[in-house]
């Protein structure tokens, strides 16, 4: 294990000196929910955002926990990063059990673990892959129960992928990890509504609020796999990615015009938007 600050119900340290119980039901039934906030030369985007994700998803999995506790725990994650670009993992699990049962005990303690990990934002584009959307139904909860998405994802690794979207009968979800935007032939900003079954992403909002300022048209709803056929731009967006066009799409004959105008204005508007939440963080 690598040596980046980390915390454990509590307690910093170095992630390598970080021991958990076998028994941590996130171990045995992945029953825990977890964010990933960005950092950028140690500033949050959108803080309090992901505070109040998290505490959706603790909520929507009847797990109960200091929000004030975490969030002082995730500050003290983020004081680490100094002044680097980078994101915080923190995850909470519903506790340990005494012995593996189904039915938890009401007094659990929740468990919380979390790490600081300096990296950069991906820019290179990816290709992705088209496959059937097999996950659970209860897909806005940002559950570590991620075993569909894995699955589909190194299934895509094998076809030379890095991501994939998913669709059920016919209408796309989202991605492995990212949410996807793409424009229509009609020059249309298209992308899932969160009743698609869809994780709420933070860097989805940051852009669909951005893009309702400008004049350009977006339509949040169903959106038919058939229309990657002739789209000029497929994104991803994400904490760790981003914005991030895919150049490729097995399983449609789609390929990214780089160059088309609508795409480069989409880019400089969620740029700027990212910078003025970044200098509202400061
Ligand atoms: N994933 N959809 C899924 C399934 C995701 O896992 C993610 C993020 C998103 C985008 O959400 P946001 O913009 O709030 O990061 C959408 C994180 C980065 C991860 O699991 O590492």
Redesign the pocket.
Known sequence: MIDIPAIYQGQMSSLKDIRVSPLSRAYTFSDSVYE?IPYFAGHPLCFSRHIERLASSLQLSHISVDMDVITSELKQLGDELGNQDGYIYFQVSRGVDEIRAHLYADDLEAERFGYAFQTSVSVEPISGMLCEDNRWAH?NIKSTSLLG?VLSMNQARQQGCNEVIMHRAGNMT??????VFYLNHQGIVRTSALTEN??P????AILLEALTKSNIEVEEGECDIQDFNDAPAIWL????KGMLPLTSLIGTTYFFEKNNLDYLRIKNIFNDAVELHLLAAK
């Open positions: 990933v897909c998405n989202e991605a492995g990890a990212s949410n869809i994780l992403g933070i860097t989805r967006t994400s904490s760790t």
